[in-house]
């Protein structure tokens, strides 16, 4: 069931950069950089779009993805708002992208602060908001494909919000051939079948899912100083996944659900709306 409404049809709203004034660095990446600033007298994220990547076109089509119409719709709690843009048609525009403020913390931030106490109600808590987000998104046939803890912010509340579009994809109702995309994501994250060059499907933000559940628990960078094309080839070849430790008090349950979640099979993978039903079920 498709979930706009109304108000979320609005046109994207284009927005000079020389109007946002810049407060200071949260972070940067591969295609751009992020930063708190003020817009219109409030709070603000604006990323800025890197010029001078050698990835011109993966540049530039993660800047589409972000400000795509469908991508501005969303409008749900567990998401962090598109704002608008700068209509950018190539890099020499300068692409920017302003989005709501959240906070500068991030779901990894919180897994690597041994401070931060994670038990199993706020293991499973954390895991129930981006799922609804994600049943949300899929909802509204938008696959993120770059699911991370890193791209998951935390409200000052301490809530969940899905960030970063820049890797999505629109799910046709009817496929035509696929356009080639020069997005991959982040390797230990992607499904093998991604990663075997198939095409997107919303089973393959479950696998993503099914490695931050495991990211959850461990608090540990999964496939971490392992050669990439090894992990690749094994992902895909040998089902590796993430080593599962013996002896701690995991829930069997949890455990369940994440290994069904990772698995090689697309088909044999839940869907976010199950999962949600599931995780929902936990907490009460």
Not at 71 to 82: A, E, G, Y
Not at 175 to 187: C, H, I, V
């Given at each position: 069931m498709r979930m706009h409404n109304q108000e979320s049809e609005q046109t994207l709203s284009r927005i000079d950069v020389n109007d946002v004034s810049v407060i200071r660095l949260l972070g940067s990446g591969g295609f751009?950089?992020?930063?708190?600033?003020?817009?219109?007298?409030?709070?603000?994220?604006?990323?800025?779009?890197?010029?001078?990547?050698?990835?011109?076109?993966?540049?530039?089509?993660?800047?589409?993805?972000?400000?795509?119409?469908?991508?501005?719709?969303?409008?749900?709690?567990?998401?962090?708002?598109?704002?608008?843009?700068?209509?950018?048609?190539?890099?020499?525009?300068?692409?920017?992208?302003?989005?709501?403020?959240?906070?500068?913390?991030?779901?990894q931030h919180v897994l690597d602060d041994g401070e931060e106490k994670i038990d199993f109600k706020r293991r499973v808590t954390f895991a129930y908001e981006v799922s609804i987000a994600l049943e949300y998104i899929h909802e509204n046939r938008i696959v993120h494909l770059d699911l991370k803890p890193a791209?998951?912010?935390?409200?000052?509340?301490?809530?969940?919000?899905?960030?970063?579009?820049?890797?999505?994809?629109?799910?046709?109702?009817?496929?035509?051939?696929?356009?080639?995309?020069?997005?991959?994501?982040?390797?230990a994250y992607r499904a093998p079948e991604l990663l075997k060059g198939g095409n997107p499907s919303f089973k393959a933000d479950v696998f993503s899912f099914g490695i931050c559940l495991w990211q959850l628990w461990s608090r540990e960078?999964?496939?971490?100083?392992?050669?990439?094309?090894?992990?690749?080839?094994?992902?895909?070849?040998?089902?590796?996944?993430?080593?599962?430790?013996?002896?701690?008090?995991?829930d069997n349950r949890y455990r369940e659900l994440m290994t069904s979640s990772w698995s090689g099979d697309p088909t044999d993978r839940p869907s976010m709306s199950e999962i949600v039903n599931l995780l929902k079920g936990w907490l009460v």
């Open positions: 751009g950089s992020v930063y708190e600033a003020m817009y219109n007298d409030s709070k603000v994220a604006l990323k800025k779009f890197h010029t001078n990547t050698r990835n011109k076109k993966a540049a530039m089509q993660s800047y589409q993805a972000e400000v795509h119409q469908e991508v501005f719709s969303l409008k749900h709690p567990n998401i962090v708002r598109v704002l608008g843009c700068n209509m950018a048609q190539s890099l020499e525009d300068q692409p920017i992208v302003v989005m709501e403020f959240v906070s500068p913390k991030n779901l791209n998951v912010l935390i409200s000052n509340e301490g809530h969940c919000k899905l960030a970063d579009f820049g890797c999505c994809q629109i799910i046709q109702e009817r496929p035509n051939t696929p356009s080639r995309s020069y997005l991959t994501g982040t390797f960078i999964p496939y971490k100083l392992q050669n990439h094309q090894i992990v690749i080839f094994r992902v895909v070849a040998c089902n590796l996944r993430p080593e599962i430790p013996e002896g701690n008090d995991i």
